[in-house]
């Protein structure tokens, strides 16, 4: 490891998590909440990066209400680390605005972008690829990412394929050239891609030096890069205003469409320290505690031939009776019930509550 690297987190804050509805609310999205432990989601992602990343290193990104709450929350990060989206806006926009203010202290910082509500089993051995990251997106000025082990054929994720030849090892970690990043696949595909054994779960965190990602973007995504300039000569102007008139104009798409899919020199480190995006209820399946039955209850609950069934209802008892693969989810407003295959539908309910003007329930 390269004495003095300096390694900055970015923390990006500003989902709606719309699929965990209805606890999920724009008030108190997903990582807000506490899903997977007694803490919410942002403080055990901050936790997690405090053994190699200290507090005045790591910032965040998300809207003004959003950014406000994270200042109730975790009060130890510094008041000017937590960026504020002028307009809300999808991750490359956020990112260019966090990795140009970093850029303006430390060309050369490695930024890593982490999503705040994704979870963790294996945080020492997280820590310790982390830094190998950092180690190479400073050493091999390349864009790095880390890649999930598949663990089945999932259509809900975008999957990252990789070639197996010319590995480089860093701080005894092995990095593989990304061929290309692909999109949701269908369950064909996806079959096809784990049988293959060169191909990843995009994980949504990546790691770059500020100087390198400008270079990067001049190259590849010349379009970014003009946007780029201008967040630099408005944050030099310390220019609310002019911030505010680049967000309105910039276009609202992911990092990945915005850069990564289209940058040459992108290496992806193998990210098997227990990760899931807790992406939507039924995920949580597998991170509560479950009965000798599949039953993954917060709440009391009575069960009676009941199986692989999903419940949040704190405070209240709830029954259950011959069911199986159901998700019931209540809270004091609205109550969900859902079959355990259906939950990526949750949105579609906020479709039809938006079309009945039912926006008190969002």
């Not at 999503?115 to 864009?143: G, Q």
């Not at 975008?158 to 970690?173: N, T, W």
């Not at 061929?179 to 779960?201: C, H, M, N, T, V």
Request: hydrophobic share 40%; glycine share 6%.
């Amino acid at each position: 490891m390269k004495k003095g690297l300096d390694i900055r987190a970015v923390i990006m804050a500003g989902g709606s998590g719309t699929r965990f509805w209805p606890l999920s609310r724009k008030r108190t999205p997903k990582q807000f909440l506490p899903i997977v432990s007694d803490k919410t989601m942002i403080e055990e992602t901050v936790e997690r990066l405090l053994p190699i990343i200290s507090y005045p290193n790591i910032y965040t990104i998300a809207n003004r209400r959003q950014t406000q709450t994270i200042q109730r929350m975790l009060p130890r990060l510094r008041k000017g680390n937590l960026l504020v989206e002028p307009v809300g806006k999808n991750t490359a926009p956020s990112l260019v605005l966090a990795t140009a203010r970093i850029y303006l202290q430390n060309p050369e910082a490695v930024v890593a972008a982490l999503p705040s509500d994704h979870l963790i089993l294996d945080n020492p051995l997280f820590a310790k690829k982390m830094l190998a990251a950092a180690e190479a997106a400073s050493r091999e000025k390349s864009l790095i990412t880390f890649g999930i082990p598949p663990a089945f054929p999932s259509t809900g994720y975008g999957y990252i394929h990789y070639s197996k030849a010319g590995q480089k090892r860093v701080v005894g970690e092995k990095f593989c050239e990304v061929l290309e990043f692909k999109e949701k696949p269908d369950y064909e595909q996806a079959r096809l891609f784990i049988e293959s054994g060169d191909y990843y779960w995009n994980s949504g965190m990546f790691l770059w030096r500020a100087d390198v990602f400008a270079e990067k973007l001049r190259s590849h995504a010349p379009d970014f890069y003009v946007y780029w300039l201008k967040m630099l000569e408005a944050l030099k102007a310390k220019s609310a205003a002019r911030m505010r008139s680049i967000f309105e104009e910039i276009p609202s798409i992911s990092i990945d469409y915005a850069l990564m899919e289209k940058a040459k020199g992108v290496l992806v480190c193998e990210g098997n320290f227990g990760w899931s995006d807790v992406g939507a209820w039924s995920s949580l399946a597998d991170i509560w505690k479950k009965d000798d039955f599949g039953n993954a209850f917060k709440g009391e609950c009575i069960v009676l031939d009941t199986s692989n069934s999903i419940c949040f209802n704190p405070g209240k008892l709830t029954a259950f009776i011959g069911v199986k693969d159901l998700i019931v989810i209540n809270t004091k407003d609205a109550l969900l019930v859902c079959h355990k295959d259906q939950d990526q539908s949750v949105r579609q309910v906020l479709e039809a509550l938006a079309k009945k003007g039912k926006t008190k329930y969002f």
